[in-house]
């Protein structure tokens, strides 16, 4: 029995050695890791490590991160690692990262990452609750860096900001809100109650007007004259240097015909990242306060 003990035990230690998830948080935790040389390799991850003070090392794709995500900047010490999907390895492995992150389940294979430093995933939402998810990812990142009193600080901010933007929203009437960002002159990218601003929503007594279909990640592709169906209802546009691409919509007889437009209610607004995390929904919500707070 003693020995069978003994094979059972090692087994066990074996199978917990293979674990992916496992390795990650104890690689990731194995040896300090130095704030200065961590490199994310989605933007996910960034707006973590900017939440807690670090600036990253590098960052993937930074000239996208510039257009889509807007805020928080990124400064010009940060060196760009190539594309989310395929960053450059050979000059990861040149920089010697202390530790990676990414967005769990996308870019590069895991595998050859191990090889250049440990690193660990973290994941956009879980399909209905993405805000709550990136707090807790929040504070799983703080924890493997010990940065605890950081997040605690962070997500204190993220709350005052809440509550201090309330008040703005107590008169506006439960007229719906539809958030869109244009793809293509005949496109549309909607926003639906499981994507990360619907809990800043939530919280300002914001309805949101998209009632149709939705997919994991909270947003859905949609043509132009799906919007026809929504009259009163106020629409936000995130711009995201397509200045061409809403010229040609806004040409349109089909645009122009909107009721939204005709009544005034459309406005376009700076680019927020759909799918980041506090950051960007504090981000959200001060676009959302600068476009509706306070009016009827």
Known sequence: ?????????????????????LWHLRSARAATVDPHRIVALEWLPVELLLALGITPYGVADVHNYNIWVNEPSLPASVIDVGLRTEPNLELLTQMKPSLLVWSAGYGPD???????APGRGFTFSDGKQPLALA???????????????????????FDALIDGTKPHFARRGD????????????????????CLFQAVLDQLGVRNAWQGETTFW?????????????KDVDVLC??????????????TPLWQAMPFVRAGRFQRVPAVWFYGATLSAMHFTRVLDKALGGRA
């Open 218 to 230: 909270g947003s859905v592709t949609v043509g132009i004259d799906r919007l026809a169906a929504y």
């Open 238 to 251: 995130f711009d995201h240097g397509n200045e061409q691409d809403m010229r040609k919509l806004m040409a």
């Open 110 to 116: 895991e595998a050859k990452l191990a090889k250049i």
């Open 1 to 21: 029995m003693a020995g069978l003990h003994s094979i059972s035990r090692r087994r066990l230690l074996t199978a917990m050695a293979l674990s992916p998830l």
């Open 175 to 194: 007229r719906p809100l539809l958030m869109i960002t244009l793809l293509d002159p005949r496109h549309v990218l909607v926003f639906a109650e499981n």
């Open 135 to 157: 707090r807790r990812s929040l504070n799983e990142m703080a924890h493997m860096l010990n940065l605890e009193a950081a997040a605690k600080k962070h997500l204190d901010q």
